[in-house]
């Protein structure tokens, strides 16, 4: 089994920045990808970042230049640096977890959420 645990989300002004982190735990393999996604009240959950080991990132349109995703393979540890906040990044943020060796191979792994609130 593997464990999510995020962190770092709060209630933030517009123009402000957070920094989520991930901390990833239990039966993982170190070929894997890791990624953001949110979910706002009454939408689909979206892809935000995702990073493979190789650290080739993945942004949607909507997210870059704003938000930076890395990881910290020896802390078993994926973060999303989120700059310029915008109140429609308002959601909760979950992290996920995928391994072509888990079984059934790519079970989607996620963690609780953590909520991201841009307000004035």
């Known amino acids: 089994q593997v464990q999510l645990v995020e962190s770092g989300g709060g209630l933030v002004q517009p123009g402000g920045s957070l920094r989520l982190s991930c901390v990833v735990s239990?039966?993982?393999?170190?070929?894997?990808?890791m990624s953001w996604y949110r979910q706002a009240p009454g939408k689909q959950r979206e892809l935000v970042a995702a990073i493979p080991g190789g650290g080739s990132t993945n942004y949607a349109d909507s997210v870059k230049g704003r938000f930076t995703i890395s990881r910290d393979n020896a802390k078993n540890t994926v973060y999303l640096q989120m700059n310029s906040l915008k109140p429609e990044d308002t959601a909760v943020y979950f992290c996920n977890y995928k391994s072509p060796y888990t079984m059934p191979p790519n079970r989607d792994y996620w963690g609780q959420g953590t909520q991201v609130t841009v307000s004035s």
């Open positions: 239990g039966r993982i393999f170190s070929i894997n990808i």
